[in-house]
């Protein structure tokens, strides 16, 4: 370095910075003769700086391009200032061996002894393109239709699947305002909450809790869920509207809720039915009653043997149809009875329950064991008819001269308790589980048990219509019958919320 | 079980009732009570209740009326609250619900309209005549009449 002017340490200096620049710089004159190309320009392009310099810059311009490109040129020379070229433009470069690669360009005029001149600053955009191309085809293949739009509510981008839900095509949405994609009585509302979302842009979803409506182009109305995120570009700050048409699903959803409303309505019917028809079944019944007991004393000594027989025929079938229709009222009654929940002792349950069978549990000399079992959260006369039928089946489906024995076991679970009533009856056949629990399902004759079947048809009602729990039964024949039936342990969320 | 003491006085006694077995029990119970009842029996509810307002204005009020609840044209709730509504010494009769509902929400309305006793019209007519007797003795035997002693006699 030493014997160099200053003058020449500078042009070194300048020198060594164009060379060692990350972008290629070509400069020329304004005849488009190149001038000066630096190191990455002829990495770039793939040239050796001799073949370039001299030649037109129109050599790097693919053959497609260099019609036009001298008239560029021209008037940049015309207006000569520091821009970016072909804004909005893909540009193309074209290297020695006739490939293509996409580029960015800007231009500074510059003032040299050969009179003006522009540095072009070339990069390879290709790494950016890919970028590019890949959010697009992001974009195209959303299931949802995907808008994109500035501050200002202008839309810059949609996908196909904006064109196929709303019926615009892309070129009718861009730059149009995104208010044209809703009704317009809601537009107005709309532009403020733009505001609002730019003010404060998050991913999140668009008017929570609302009914959100978009607009085809034929006018027609339709439900959509719309999710947001924001999106900082070189153009600013934009937001990616997701839109889905939820057209569908709403009326999936009304038809749900339909179903629903007609079964509910149905179960009340259903249950309006039984109580009214067993209630109004009770008068005739008591008529038939009483007044075969009035015609049986009239009739003493006056008719056949064979009357009496008779008379024992209606008294009994109008006994077993008085207790049907006791058990379907009973039945019904469990729906309308609902009181209010609470802390119930299950010992106390079932104290009551065995002083309800007091004079069974004593003419059968049977065993009925339970200590200490837990506080439920329920309905206490329920639970009483719960463990009155569970023992007095314990106790009643016996082999003749055992001495019945009914044991009730429990053990907590997470937040519920599960009791076990474990007898050491005739038990049930496994094929059978699951029918005993049906209404007037009856396994027996009414010779070998008496029972209008009913019973735990009442019990799988109070656990899992009225108190949310499951009851189930395990047995083998001749081993004795296990039911199994969970109840609360707590007051659940709605309870407790005062419900 | 079916002779019980009512020392003789001859009594009056209204039957709201629409179904005409129902009657018959009815009536045939209270024969077999073994006391000089006066019956007059109403098969609608409005009927019964202009009658008892007619006795009302001349004084006339029968000692007990015996009220079926399910009744078709007036309900039983109706022809109660009603009397319990009305002005003079009508408002203060004896009422007996006798109904075939053993319902608890039947029992406990009826009390709350203001009924004397509520006896249920089970199968068994033996059983009922006995209720039946127990009933009118119990309000016959009671110094006031309503509000008086509520018993219903539910069970037989």
């Known amino acids: 370095m030493s014997g160099m002017t200053s003058k020449q340490i500078e042009t070194s200096w300048y020198q060594a910075l164009v060379e060692s620049a990350p972008d290629a710089f070509v400069l020329i004159d304004s005849e488009g003769e190149i001038l000066l190309v630096n190191q990455q320009a002829e990495n770039l392009f793939g040239y050796e700086r001799a073949q370039l310099l001299g030649k037109k810059v129109e050599a790097l311009v693919p053959e497609r391009f260099r019609g036009n490109h001298h008239i560029h040129r021209d008037s940049y020379f015309g207006e000569p200032k520091v821009r970016e070229m072909g804004a909005g433009l893909d540009l193309w470069g074209l290297r020695k061996n006739g490939t293509e690669f996409p580029v960015e360009i800007s231009l500074s005029p510059v003032l040299t002894g050969n009179g003006n001149c522009v540095a072009a600053a070339i990069r390879d955009a290709t790494s950016r393109k890919r970028g590019q191309e890949q959010f697009r085809n992001l974009l195209e293949t959303a299931p949802d239709a995907m808008v994109i739009i500035n501050t200002d509510g202008e839309i810059v981008l949609v996908n196909r699947q904006t064109e196929a839900v709303f019926g615009y095509t892309r070129e009718a949405l861009v730059g149009k305002r995104v208010e044209i994609l809703i009704p317009e009585r809601l537009r107005e509302r709309h532009a403020s909450h733009r505001r609002q979302y730019f003010a404060e842009p998050t991913v999140r979803g668009m008017g929570a809790g609302l009914e959100l409506t978009g607009r085809r182009k034929d006018g027609r109305e339709f439900p959509i869920e719309i999710s947001l995120s924001p999106m900082e570009t070189e153009g600013g700050n934009w937001a990616i509207a997701a839109v889905r048409d939820v057209t569908e699903r709403k009326e999936v959803d009304l038809k749900i809720a339909e179903y629903a409303r007609n079964l509910e309505r149905s179960n009340k019917e259903l249950e309006q039915f039984a109580y009214v028809a067993s209630h109004d079944l009770q008068a005739p019944l008591r008529n038939i009653v009483s007044f075969s007991q009035l015609l049986k004393d009239e009739c003493v000594g006056k008719i056949s043997n064979n009357a009496d027989e008779y008379f024992r025929f209606i008294e009994e079938g109008s006994l077993r149809m008085q207790a049907l229709i006791a058990d379907v009222m009973e039945l019904s009654r469990v729906n309308k009875s609902a009181r209010p929940h609470d802390w119930v002792s299950m010992n106390d349950v079932a104290d009551q329950a065995c002083s309800q069978l007091a004079v069974t549990i004593e003419e059968k000399n049977a065993e009925v064991l339970y200590a200490n079992l837990p506080n439920v959260w329920g309905e206490s006369t329920m639970l009483v008819q719960l463990l009155q039928n569970l023992i007095s089946n314990g106790i009643k489906f016996q082999t003749e001269g055992r001495r019945p024995r009914v044991e009730i076991r429990w053990k907590a679970e997470s937040n519920f308790h599960c009791f076990e009533v474990h007898d050491n009856g005739i038990g049930v056949p496994s094929d059978q589980l699951d029918k005993v629990f049906e209404v007037f399902r009856r396994l027996h004759t009414r010779e070998q048990f008496e029972g209008t079947g009913i019973g735990l048809a009442l019990c799988k009602k109070i656990v899992e219509e009225q108190h949310r729990g499951r009851i189930w039964l395990e047995s083998s024949e001749g081993c004795g019958a296990r039911i199994f039936f969970t109840l609360p342990g707590g007051p659940c969320e709605e309870q407790r919320a005062g419900k | ?156």
Not at chain 2, 2 to 20: C, K, L, M, N, Y
Not at chain 2, 99 to 110: C, G, L, P, Q
Not at chain 2, 140 to 154: F, I, L
Request: charge should be negative.
């Open chain 2, 1 to 156: 079980m079916s002779t019980q003491s009512f020392a003789g006085v001859a009594r009056s006694v209204v039957i709201v009732e629409d179904d005409p077995a129902a009657l018959k029990l009815t009536s045939l119970a209270l024969q077999r009570i073994n006391v000089n009842w006066d019956a007059r029996a109403f098969s609608a509810g409005g009927a019964a209740l202009q009658y008892l307002r007619d006795c009302g204005d001349c004084g006339q009020l029968p000692d007990v009326v015996l009220l079926d609840w399910n009744l078709p044209d007036l309900h039983g709730r109706d022809v109660l609250s009603r009397v319990r509504a009305a002005s003079g010494e009508l408002r203060g009769i004896r009422v007996v619900v006798v109904t075939t509902s053993s319902a608890e929400s039947d029992i406990v309305e009826a009390r709350n309209l203001g009924a004397n006793d509520y006896l249920v019209k089970i199968p068994d007519f033996c059983a009922f005549q006995h209720s039946l007797g127990e009933v009118l003795r119990a309000e016959v035997a009671s110094p006031s009449s309503w509000p008086g002693v509520w018993r219903a006699a539910t069970s037989d």
